[in-house]
């Protein structure tokens, strides 16, 4: 564990603050927040993009073993970091699944409680619209790496589904920036979303 590498934002200016693995595996923090999520929400299913080496992956399944239900699909195109994910996960793979594939060919059975998209930047939102027939409007999805920094880019692309009133959002001052996520439609009961 070392100091968070992220250049200071405007929302977040001591990102020395956090602390991470490494540049690419969410913050320790993220992670904690992650798994406290999955305790909280108690999900079916859980869809995480990007696994890198697994990290938040085990996060998670930890969580969802300690919540005593649900179960986790991850996935990572690169097949040299799937084997990786597959030894860092080890003590979880009875609740999380691996996948060695692109997040935008993943086939997952069932409704998604929680999605975590934390591939390629550019393809974030493209995820969120792969996967919207799966997201019901209590689905909660968390976009990682929205800052204003070097993220700008998938930043904007996620606030500009918030003022089309597709999704709500709001955004974490976290150092490399955390979006929470819930279709707009359906929320308050009426509609299918």
């Known amino acids: 564990m070392k100091p968070e590498v ?16 490494d540049e690419q595996t969410a913050e320790f923090e993220v992670l904690e927040f992650l798994q406290a999520l999955v305790r909280t929400m108690k999900p079916r299913l859980v869809v995480e ?32 970091m799937h084997e990786v994910i597959l030894k860092q996960c080890a003590s979880v793979l009875d609740v999380v699944e691996c996948r060695n594939c692109s997040s935008l060919e993943l086939k997952v059975k069932g409704k998604i409680d929680l999605l975590f998209t934390d591939s390629e930047p550019e393809i974030r939102c493209a995820e969120i619209a792969y ?62 979303g």
């Open 49 to 80: 993009t990007g696994s890198f080496r697994g990290i938040a992956a085990n996060y998670i399944g930890l969580a969802l073993k300690q919540a005593g239900r649900g179960r986790l699909v991850t996935c990572e195109i690169n097949h040299t």
């Open 6 to 21: 992220s250049e200071p934002t405007r929302e977040c200016p001591e990102p020395q603050l956090w602390q991470c693995y």
């Open 131 to 192: 996967f919207w027939n799966q997201l019901r409007p209590e689905s909660v999805i968390v976009v990682h790496d929205v800052n204003s920094g070097p993220h700008l880019g998938q930043r904007r692309r996620v606030l500009a589904l918030d003022r089309k009133r597709v999704l709500s959002v709001v955004l974490l001052p976290t150092p490399r920036g955390l979006a929470i996520c819930q279709k707009v439609a359906g929320r308050d009961g009426q509609g299918q």
